[in-house]
């Protein structure tokens, strides 16, 4: 699936997770299409890696069509632009609640949406959404964060069962806590004790190691698996560890 030849789309190309895993792409041979807002940063990575550039905002309503058609088709598309918000649900501006949702959510289901007809006509291809922990945990002061990327492990899984057949794999990356410039850019530092900060790197060869395995979902680290299997199971019991140990 990886490899000379395949056209992979990234959003949030231009850094962190995104400008990584472009790194490792491009080193396998494929071409890139990177998207982003900032565009002299997505201009470096474009330069660093051998991609192409395409300044949008996913926040933008119809944007979806606008990046596939440029992108001329695609073969692995990996929705990972995302954005934070941190603090009480009471105390978020409608504005941010409907902002996240816009480019945490909506835009990986319409990027889905706009690629699936290419990759189901040629019987191949490959998504990736780029989840976070916090979706599969629940987090207090980070609910609408939380609940976009558990909306985002669900639309894998539908979407998976819709496609499994016919060639096309859905992946979900489910990292925990990444050295990026994401805390910085919602304002509001990272001060839990667990899990560790891993580098954006490690994050990028879980997710290129997943799609050329075929894997449905892959925790980083691998051990947060546990905790979101014990939500599942006992969730007034997980709730309970977090608020004491979170
Ligand atoms: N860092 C963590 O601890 C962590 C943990 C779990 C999950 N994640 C997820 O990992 C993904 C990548 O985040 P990161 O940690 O690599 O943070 P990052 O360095 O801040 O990267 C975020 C990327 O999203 C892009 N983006 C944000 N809003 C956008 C918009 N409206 N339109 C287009 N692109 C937009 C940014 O590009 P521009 O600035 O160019 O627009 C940037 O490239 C996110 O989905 C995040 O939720 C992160």
């Known amino acids: 699936m990886i490899g000379p030849g395949t056209k992979a789309v990234i959003t949030g190309g231009s850094s ?39 300044v949008a905002d996913l926040a933008e309503a119809g944007v979806a069509d606008r990046v596939l058609e440029q992108s001329g088709g695609v073969d692995l598309l990996v929705c990972n632009a995302g954005i934070g918000w941190a603090g009480g649900l009471a105390d978020m501006p409608p504005d ?13 289901a319409q990027l889905v949406r706009a690629a699936l007809p290419g990759m ?9 959404l780029v989840s976070s922990i916090a979706g599969s945990m629940g987090v ?13 492990n669900v639309l894998a899984a539908s979407v998976r069962q819709e496609v ?21 850019r919602r304002g ?31 925790f980083v680290p691998a051990w947060l698996r546990l905790p979101a299997r014990l939500r599942g199971l006992a969730p007034t019991l997980t709730d309970a560890l977090q608020r004491r140990f979170g």
């Open 140 to 152: 207090a002061e980070e609910a609408v964060y939380s609940a976009t990327k558990a909306g985002l």
């Open 16 to 54: 962190g997770i995104g400008a990584a895993t472009a790194e490792l792409l491009a080193d396998k041979g494929c071409g890139l299409v990177l998207v982003g807002r900032d565009a002299a940063a997505l201009a470096e990575v474009a330069d660093r890696t051998g991609g192409r550039a395409c």
């Open 188 to 218: 509001v530092p990272y001060r839990r004790r667990s899990p560790r900060p891993v580098p954006a790197s490690a994050v990028a060869r879980a997710l290129v190691r997943a799609v050329e395995r075929g894997r449905a979902e892959v």
């Open 120 to 128: 189901l006509r040629r019987g191949g291809g490959h998504i990736v």
């Open 96 to 108: 941010d609640i409907d902002r996240l949702v816009r480019v945490n959510l909506l835009a990986p």
């Open 164 to 184: 499994a057949a016919r060639g096309v794999g859905v992946t979900v990356v489910v990292p925990g806590v990444v050295d990026t410039s994401f805390f910085d």
